[in-house]
């Protein structure tokens, strides 16, 4: 009995896309693979058929140019910044067409202005990247837009991109492969990614330590940190102290560096967003806070890492 064909997704890069949001998807798609092989076949697709500028300003080589694409099972608009200035009569065609042809539609990010602007939104629900919501809602009044991490409308799935395309990328996985896949993607993607190692005895260390790891992209501040362990934030460092030898801060940094360390080694995401999704707001403090923990910089880190080849095209010029 011949093998069930793959399911074609196909990825329409829009000029300013987050090369995150492609990392996501992209990684997820292909950790897929490792629990069935040739289930997913992802291709990316431009107007012209050239590279596309993404917002880190790297160039991303695609597969084909639309009008040699074909019909895809689906089709997905991936776009970021100023999504307006780029809005190719191409491109929206192609929707159009895949749209027709009975694939399931996708926005990611402000994608999702790509399929309004198709006119496949009308009377449908929707979300996107929330700097965009008021102006989508005023230009598209017959769409509801929502908030929403992720939001099914019959065919058209979409998301508000960010982190939050993890979501999107699971509940595509569960929607062609089963929601028993898309769990076993999860645990292997990022389950126990954030955790702490090690057992705390004292049960308010080991509270505190569980409300660092939960904020890792948005740290809170130590009272914050110690009102949710029940204590002051006097007694919260004493405590550590005694347990750990560590302040509070410096062990709330160290997650938020190993947290990094993994991404940097196992991932391709740029590096610049490693360090925002790690919770620091300046590069030069990231570069220098992973060289005093690790003795290398994340550049080569990364570089050294066995996931070198792949990770290499991403990696931001920031210190190494």
Same mark, same amino acid.
């Given at each position: ?5 793959? !399911?074609?997704? =196909? ?26 092989? @040739?289930? %997913? ?28 694409? =074909? ?24 929707? +159009? ?27 449908? +629900? ?18 509801? %837009?929502?908030?929403?991490?992720? &939001? ?25 492969? =089963? ?7 999860? @645990? ?54 005694? &347990? ?9 940094? =160290?997650?938020?560096? @190993? ?9 391709? %995401? ?17 570069? +220098?806070? %992973?060289?005093?923990?690790?003795? !290398? ?22 210190? !190494?």
């Amino acid at each position: 009995m011949p093998s069930p064909r793959p !399911t074609v997704i =196909g990825v329409v890069l829009i000029p300013e896309f987050s090369q995150l949001v492609l990392t996501l998807l992209t990684e997820l798609l292909r950790i897929s693979q490792l629990r069935k092989p @040739d289930m %997913f076949r992802t291709r990316l697709f431009s107007a012209d058929g050239q590279p596309v500028l993404a917002s880190n300003r790297k160039a991303q080589p695609v597969d084909a140019a639309l009008h040699d694409a =074909g019909t895809v099972d689906v089709a997905v608009a991936c776009a970021s910044y100023r999504p307006f200035s780029h809005l190719d009569p191409k491109v929206l065609n192609w929707l +159009r067409v895949q749209e027709r042809h009975r694939a399931r539609i996708c926005g990611v990010d402000t994608g999702t202005i790509a399929l309004a602007e198709a006119g496949l939104l009308r009377g449908r +629900r929707a979300t996107l990247h929330w700097d965009d919501l008021a102006l989508a809602r005023s230009r598209y009044p017959e769409t509801e %837009f929502t908030s929403a991490l992720v &939001e099914r409308d019959g065919r058209f799935i979409t998301s508000p991109g960010s982190l939050g395309t993890t979501d999107f990328a699971l509940d595509l996985i569960a929607t062609i492969a =089963g929601r028993d896949m898309a769990d076993n993607v999860l @645990d292997l993607a990022i389950h126990d990614r954030n955790q702490p190692q090690g057992k705390f005895a004292d049960p308010v260390v080991a509270s505190a330590v569980e409300a660092m790891a939960a904020n890792i992209e948005f740290p809170l501040s130590l009272s914050q940190v110690a009102g949710r362990a029940g204590v002051s934030v006097r007694h919260l460092s004493r405590l550590f102290r005694a &347990e750990t030898g560590q302040s509070p801060a410096a062990c709330y940094l =160290g997650l938020r560096l @190993d947290h990094a360390s993994d991404l940097v080694q196992r991932t391709r %995401f740029p590096l610049s967003e490693i360090a925002f999704a790690c919770g620091f707001q300046s590069l030069s403090w990231f570069s +220098r806070s %992973f060289k005093a923990r690790f003795g !290398t910089g994340p550049r080569a880190m990364r570089q050294s890492a066995p996931t070198s080849k792949s990770a290499a095209g991403n990696t931001d010029a920031i210190p !190494t």
